[in-house]
């Protein structure tokens, strides 16, 4: 597939994966990407995971006949596109490797002391390598979402290679793909989400330069209103409000937390909530409840005090928010205990250290199941949450 006239996709599906990165469930496969630059030197921009490597060189030499490639550019080092960097080398002996210092460590470590001294060309910010027409500009994109990731500016087709950035799950050859932004943005809030600044330090660096097409590693090549997808990697980055509504995100045991949670459900859409989302912490997938908690406004969250702690797939849910700097956020609390409740206290403490968090005055105190007191705390909270968006 021609992205340019010279560059070319010769990146793979892999529909075996279970779980990606060891704990992404992707239901539409991934997608390796990989590009050929072909001009007086010919480069290939990132290798694939290993599993895939014989496909990967049939593809490039589908392209290149004759030909052997000069450079293999590798931008990231995961094993994801870093699995066949050793068969390329084999391949083609010819070839050197290109990358950054930081990479070749790895390499280093993945490869049993390998680092191919003798084959490699360091590259870092501001280095530029020349193919001839095109001119291969490297730009430093630490933490996103390794340290030693490099994103790659061709500055003759106003291309941006992008590594894991603008990336989402699903494999490409799936006929009714899931929209980008649902399964770019569990990808960013799950992969890279911890790295926000990192993330806007490297968009400062993009709105310099004239983009025309971005080629990440993972998901489609993005060549149309370029915009709209900047934007919401800087609302995502900046950890902005993508979109006004309420989630809710709870666990119960016996039912009783789940029709309390109901009953604010419905009293929020009554009263005019834009978007009300219900997540079952244990019956949901992990990533989908964390990029929803990252992408509206106000979060509610429901759990039963356990063990003198909090219900064990709350406490992980929780974490999973912590750990990615989960902030400027409305929050509210509802708890279950029938003896000893600790829940919100547990909650709130768990959310401690966490930036600009405006708490909810009014909460939900179950005692084991709903009745009149705690019905008038449901209609109390549905009140005060539904104010702010009239
Ligand atoms: Fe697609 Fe960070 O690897």
């Known amino acids: 597939m021609e992205i340019t006239k010279d560059i070319i996709f010769v990146g793979v599906n892999d529909h075996d994966v279970d779980l990606f990165e060891g704990h992404y469930i992707v239901p539409e496969g991934m997608a390796y990407n990989s590009y050929l630059i072909a001009d007086d030197k010919i480069a290939v921009m990132d290798s694939v995971d290993g599993h895939f490597t014989d496909e990967w060189l049939g593809n490039i030499k589908a392209v290149l006949g004759d030909k052997t490639p000069d450079y293999l550019i590798v931008q990231h080092m995961e094993p994801d596109h870093s699995g066949s960097i050793r068969g390329f080398l084999a391949e083609f002996p010819e070839a050197v490797v290109v990358s950054s210092q930081k990479a070749f460590n790895m390499m ?8 191919f001294a003798d ?38 087709d106003k291309v941006l290679f992008s590594a894991d950035g603008f990336g989402k799950f699903g494999a490409h050859d799936v006929e009714e793909p899931e ?15 911890k ?54 995100s709870y666990t119960s045991v016996y039912g009783n937390t789940k029709k309390a949670v109901e009953l604010l459900a419905e009293k929020l859409e009554a009263k005019g909530v834009p978007n ?24 509610v969250f429901a759990t039963t005090t356990f063990n003198n702690d909090i219900f064990p797939f709350m406490k992980e849910f929780l974490h999973h928010l912590t750990e990615r700097n989960f902030q400027n956020k409305r929050v509210a609390f509802m708890e279950n205990g029938s003896w000893a409740p600790v829940a919100t206290k547990t909650m709130k403490g768990i959310l401690e250290g966490c930036k600009n968090l405006d708490y909810a005055e009014n909460g939900v105190k179950i005692v084991s199941a709903l009745n009149d007191d705690s019905r008038a705390q449901v209609e109390a909270l549905a009140e005060e949450l539904a104010a702010a968006y009239k």
């Open 119 to 156: 084959r490699r060309v360091i590259v870092g910010e501001g280095v530029v390598l020349d193919l001839g027409k095109h001119k291969l500009n490297f730009v430093a994109a630490p933490m996103v979402h390794w340290p030693e990731v490099i994103m790659t500016y061709d500055s003759t």
């Open 195 to 248: 790295y926000g600044m990192q993330v806007q330090a490297v968009l400062k660096k993009a709105a310099k330069l004239d983009i025309q097409i971005i080629c990440p590693l993972h998901g489609p090549v993005l060549s149309e209103n370029l915009g709209y997808y900047l934007d919401l990697y800087n609302t995502w980055s900046s950890y902005g409000v993508e979109t006004k509504g309420v989630v809710i």
């Open 276 to 299: 009300v989302v219900v997540n079952d912490l244990a019956r949901s997938d992990i990533a989908e409840c964390v990029e929803d908690a990252f992408r509206y406004d106000t979060m």
């Open 108 to 115: 280093k470590n993945f490869y049993e002391g390998e680092d």
């Open 179 to 193: 929209d980008w932004a649902c399964e770019a943005r569990r990808y960013y809030f799950g992969i890279v989400g």
